[in-house]
């Protein structure tokens, strides 16, 4: 996925804030409220490890997809852009994963 596929999904996302969610997914699913968000990424977050430990690769990239779509839906949620998260990963990049974390000990 490149930036414009993921401004192109993002920006869905946000437009289905104002539609019915009868007739949407998305929508309904940011109707009912982070609660129900957050189980959906959980059960998404379960199905990616059963799918790696399973070692099919078609199908883990369809679950990580699942996943990653409902992480899109929480920051829609929350007004969160996802340029916020490609920045964040961007001031990582470089950096030790052991010095970053022990960075944000520090904060």
């Known amino acids: 996925m490149d930036d414009a596929t993921l401004a192109r999904l993002a920006a869905t996302i946000a437009a ?4 019915d969610p009868a007739a949407s997914y998305t929508a309904k699913l940011l109707h009912q409220g982070e609660d129900a968000i957050l189980k959906k990424i959980a059960e998404e977050t379960a199905e ?14 369809n679950e990580l997809a699942d996943l990653w779509f409902h992480c899109l839906v929480l920051m829609s949620h ?23 974390k022990a960075a944000r000990k520090e904060r």
């Open 16 to 19: 289905r804030k104002r539609a």
């Open 48 to 61: 990616v490890l059963m799918a790696s430990k399973d070692g099919d690769k078609l199908h883990l990239v």
């Open 78 to 100: 929350h007004d969160l852009q996802a340029d916020a998260v490609l920045a964040e990963l961007e001031r990582r990049m470089g950096v030790s994963g052991l010095d970053e």
